[in-house]
């Protein structure tokens, strides 16, 4: 049976039980109905007929006395009008005899009534003799048979109201029975239809209950579900399509999780066929893949490794920091080959290891991690250090004699200039030229490779930017007024204190005028401003020069980088890269914005010496 029949069927029943019992209600109502009006029909005519016949005999009686009074005519009068309506309503209660001995009364008060008129018509003439003795007849034969018919007539009268009083306890007695019946009927209507709407309702809920268990099951990815529902209606094909679909889904899981485990091994050889190391990274910062390149660089067990936090394993304060602003960011740091260096003691032997941080994320952006990917530098590294080294060496070396090359030249051209020709004059004064160049580039090496090697002392102390602005100007201030440029300078009294070694920011800040200078035409302006930066102070050097294309803005800072112009001739392309190193050692930065054709500003920041504190 389909569903939709099966509940048909339940509300029909209900419906079939509810037309039952307004059916039996409606015969009860209507036997009540039948026994009431049979008390009105049967008894109550007769009552009446009984109660207006003694009223018109008791008339009579009156109008009998009226005569005897003397007041024949009145008398006559009333009493034939009373016979007239005692004979209406005598003949009314024969037309309505319904019980048992009412004929019999009835044609005993139609007997005695008879006599009645006869003996009362007689009443006059003998009224009309003499009095006394129409007294005795009226109290003898007249007054007698009236009391036998009023008699007669109230036992009519109390027959049928007896009877009504029974057929009224009949009525009673249906109605009573008719309201127990109902009741009965109906709360057994009422049980009947409330079985089957819990059978009906069990039928549709249980199998419901089933599937929708089944369902979470399946969702919680439990797909051995049974569902026992068999039956031939909707639910049961809604159930067998669950068990079908429950199947498909665990084969298709199955399938699913060999194919991850297939990825996942495979996976797992790359990571662990890759001559780099690499860790996995989940969000709380355990490791949950390591491999064993990168165990090895670890000095740790793959199994060790596995579920530790990384900071224990690898140790490197600012490596974590980095790693946590990537999982912040969600962007890989911008770091330079010497910043994402990464050393390793292993015995006495330092590695060297270039990182590199890749966020791992959810396509909906969820952070899930980030990987480490650790690349052996150790031999770079050592070439470089070997390489700053010799230069540093060769830079020292060469120092002395050029020194004492320059300073021959210079003696020689003072005293011996006499005794030369102009062209060896002019040779004279392009080796002291070159000879003064060597020496500005030997030192350039020697500071820079000092920088790089960690081996340049800095000597901080709190002083005032001020200071440092006028001593780097007054170095400068012969050459610029040479070349006719206008400097102007934008240094606020109440800057604070800054620390910093003055003799390294000195050298920086006479670097940048002297390169606004150089790349400056006759006649240009150079500006040299101070502004405080939150915990820093900015210094910026602006000129009017030729300015410098976007495309080489964020190189110039590297080693031997020039912008080839008619200026570089002479320069090193070292003295940004040894600025760059001095700021960055003072834990500030430096950049450059510039207009081809209409000026650069290169402006550093330095650390205030007293920042007030940020609060917790
Ligand atoms: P150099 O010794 O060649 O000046 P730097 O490192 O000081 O080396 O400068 C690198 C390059 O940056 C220069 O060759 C020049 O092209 C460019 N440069 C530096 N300062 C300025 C400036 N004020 N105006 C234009 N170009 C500049």
Known sequence: MELKEKILAGYGLVLALAVAVSVWAVINLSQLGSASEAILQENYRSILAAENMVNAIERQDSSLLLILQGHEAEGLTQFRQNELAFLEWLGRAKDNITLEGESEVLQTIEAEYLTFIEVSTRLPATASGHLPGVSSYYLDIVLPKFNQIREACIDLREMNQAAMLAASGRAQEVSVRAIWSTAIFGVSVGAIGLIFSLLLSNILVHPLKEMTQAAERIAE??????????????????????????????????????????????????????????????????????????????????????????????????????????????????????????????????????????????EQDQMLGVVLLLQDVTKLAELDRLKSEFVMTASHELRTPLTSIAMSIGLLMERAASKLTGDEQDLLQAAQEDAQRLRNLVNNLLDLSKIEAGRMEMEFEPVGVSLLASRAISTMAAQISEKGIVLSQHIPDNLPAVKVDPNKITWVLTNLIANALRYTDEGGHIAVCTEKMSNFVGVS????????????????????????????????????????????????????????????????????????????
């Not at 080489?552 to 912008?563: R, Y």
């Open 221 to 362: 990815g439990d797909y051995d579900v049974a569902i026992t529902v068999k039956s031939n209606d909707e639910l049961g094909r809604l159930g067998q399509e669950i068990r079908s679909m429950s199947r498909k889904l665990k084969h298709y899981h199955e399938m699913n999780v060999s194919r991850l485990l297939t990825e996942k091994r495979r996976g797992e050889a790359i990571i662990r066929s890759i001559n780099d190391g690499i860790i996995v990274i989940d969000a709380d910062f355990r490791i949950i893949a390591i491999n064993p390149m990168a165990a090895q660089i670890l000095d740790i067990t793959l199994a060790e490794a596995r579920g530790q936090h990384c900071f224990d394993v690898l140790k490197s304060p600012n490596l974590y920091a980095h790693m946590k602003s990537v999982a912040e960011t969600g962007q890989p740091p911008q770091l330079d080959t010497r910043e994402s260096t990464f050393a390793v003691q292993h015995g006495d032997k330092t590695e060297y290891y270039q990182f590199s941080i890749t966020p791992v994320r959810t």
């Open 541 to 616: 050097v602006a000129d009017d020069g030729i300015g410098i294309p976007l495309e080489q803005q964020s190189k110039i800072f590297d080693k031997f980088v020039q912008v080839k112009s008619d200026q570089t001739v002479g320069g090193s392309g070292l003295g940004l890269a040894i600025c760059k190193e001095i700021i960055k050692a003072h834990g500030g930065a430096i950049w450059v914005e510039s207009v081809p054709g209409e000026g650069s500003t290169f402006t550093f920041t330095i650390p205030i010496a007293n920042p007030p504190s940020t609060g917790p």
